[in-house]
């Protein structure tokens, strides 16, 4: 995990064009929607609650704006592939907060048996979950992995540590981790190799 970006786009701006390379980018959209175009001919709007992937790969040049009348909310998370190189690519997917109600679901990743998420290029993923007031969601670790865990919104416990929308929780060490929401959360939690 290299980048956690917690960004606000007005109407109307975002990113002009701009390379990458060898690096996977999600951008997962909090409110609002971004529109995406590249050098390869992908484009394509993003909404609330949706997200998208690019593997940078050998490179891409691509734009990202807000070409709504409100302000658009993301976080863009980059991941290093496992391998440098390769053809570059773009994909976007709906993911319905209610087919994630009370458990965490794999939106973008690159292991086995996560075949409904965006796939990436590395052996991690970037999973969400959705918690009502009161409930309580679990999530296993693998032996030698880390955890990054955001709420988008709400407040939670996390293995009993209090955090607020968009305060961040590094997790090294734990088999479990266990989210009890205080308020109705949308949750992001990044799982990747030690």
């Known amino acids: 995990l290299r ?3 917690d960004d606000a786009i007005q109407p109307g701006t975002g990113f002009s064009p701009h390379p990458h390379a060898n690096m996977e ?3 997962y959209v909090r409110e609002g929607a971004i529109t995406h175009q590249d050098n390869l001919g992908n484009s394509g709007k993003t909404v609330a609650g949706d ?5 940078a790969g050998a490179g891409i ?3 990202e704006y807000n070409l709504e009348h409100t302000v658009t909310r993301i976080f863009q998370i980059w991941i290093i592939p496992d391998q440098r190189g390769g053809q570059p690519s773009w994909g976007s997917k709906p993911f319905p907060k209610q ?3 009370g458990r965490f679901i794999p939106l973008a990743s690159g292991m086995a048996g996560d075949e409904d998420a965006l796939p990436i290029r590395a052996q991690a993923r970037v999973l969400g ?3 009502s007031a009161g409930d309580t969601v679990e999530y296993r670790f693998s032996p030698r992995r880390l955890g ?3 709420p988008a919104s709400g407040k939670v416990t996390i293995n009993g540590l209090a955090l607020n929308a968009a305060d961040g929780a590094a997790i090294r060490d734990e088999s479990l981790i266990r989210i009890t929401a ?3 959360a949308e949750l992001v939690l990044v799982d990747v190799a030690a």
């Open 129 to 131: 979950a959705t918690v």
């Open 61 to 63: 040049r691509h734009s």
């Open 25 to 27: 980018i999600i951008t």
């Open 99 to 101: 087919d994630r109600s």
């Open 182 to 184: 205080l308020e109705a």
């Open 148 to 150: 990054y865990l955001v």
């Open 3 to 5: 980048v956690w970006n």
């Open 51 to 55: 997200v998208q992937v690019m593997s």
